[in-house]
């Protein structure tokens, strides 16, 4: 249970609900921390809302955008994101084992810019304010400076979604861990307080 009260979706206004129903159908499996954060229906509408848009854009590719969101929520200990954006990854084309040595120096299955966009993820997380040009101008080589703007946008914002899920415990949905599984995924390393470690 979270920390919080949880918010059912027909109690709130129209447009706030309609971004509710079309998150949890068209996202991904998200129902428990959408009622959360539909405590602020502005948060939910504009937060869940540009997802969904950037999400129809497709402007950075899936697989790159999902190495980068499993990099850091392994980083940040998030059990929520990890087991929600795992299968997501090994979708991608990846197996288990570059789920399981995501972080490790060498990733099975990753080519030079699959590392490249997770040493970027591991770089804007935990060492942004010492970045070196030298990764840009690698990035810059095979990304747009849009895409490269909406790459670490999105990275900054799962560390955002990493301390809102955990700080407030949004419970995991049913057949999420499953699902990681299913996938050949697991959370062992990963402790948070969604299993009730801390």
Same mark, same amino acid.
């Given at each position: =249970?979270?920390?919080?009260?949880?918010? @059912?979706?027909?109690? +709130?206004?129209? @447009?706030?609900?309609?971004?509710?129903?079309?998150?949890?159908? /068209?996202? &991904?499996?998200?129902?428990?921390?959408?009622?959360?954060?539909?405590?602020?229906?502005?948060?939910?509408?504009?937060?869940?809302? *540009?997802?969904?848009?950037?999400?129809?854009?497709?402007?950075?590719?899936?697989?790159?955008?999902?190495?980068? *969101?499993?990099?850091?929520?392994?980083?940040?200990?998030?059990?929520?994101?990890?087991?929600?954006?795992?299968?997501? =990854?090994?979708?991608?084309?990846?197996?288990?084992?570059?789920? !399981?040595?995501? *972080?490790?120096?060498?990733?099975?299955?990753?080519?030079?810019? !699959?590392? +490249?966009?997770?040493?970027?993820?591991? @770089?804007?997380?935990?060492?942004?304010?010492?970045?070196? !040009? @030298?990764?840009?101008?690698? $990035?810059?080589?095979?990304?747009?400076?849009?895409?490269?703007?909406? *790459?670490?946008?999105?990275?900054?914002?799962?560390?955002?979604?990493?301390?809102?899920? !955990?700080? $407030?415990?949004?419970? =995991?949905?049913? &057949?999420?861990? /499953?699902?990681?599984?299913?996938?050949? &995924?697991? $959370?062992? &390393?990963?402790?948070?307080?969604?299993?009730?470690?801390?």
């Amino acid at each position: =249970m979270p920390r919080i009260s949880e918010i @059912e979706p027909e109690t +709130l206004p129209a @447009e706030s609900s309609e971004i509710f129903y079309k998150y949890v159908n /068209e996202y &991904g499996p998200f129902k428990n921390q959408a009622k959360v954060f539909a405590q602020r229906p502005p948060v939910l509408r504009h937060i869940m809302g *540009l997802l969904l848009e950037l999400q129809k854009e497709a402007v950075l590719p899936k697989r790159y955008l999902e190495i980068a *969101l499993v990099t850091v929520s392994k980083i940040n200990a998030c059990e929520y994101c990890v087991a929600h954006h795992g299968p997501r =990854m090994t979708r991608q084309g990846f197996d288990a084992d570059a789920f !399981d040595q995501l *972080l490790d120096d060498q990733v099975p299955g990753f080519d030079d810019i !699959d590392l +490249l966009v997770r040493d970027y993820a591991i @770089e804007v997380t935990n060492n942004f304010q010492y970045m070196r !040009d @030298e990764i840009f101008e690698r $990035l810059k080589i095979h990304f747009s400076e849009e895409q490269i703007f909406e *790459l670490t946008f999105r990275i900054a914002l799962c560390g955002f979604f990493n301390r809102v899920n !955990d700080a $407030l415990q949004i419970s =995991m949905e049913d &057949g999420v861990v /499953e699902d990681l599984v299913s996938a050949g &995924g697991s $959370l062992e &390393g990963i402790s948070n307080i969604t299993t009730g470690k801390i």
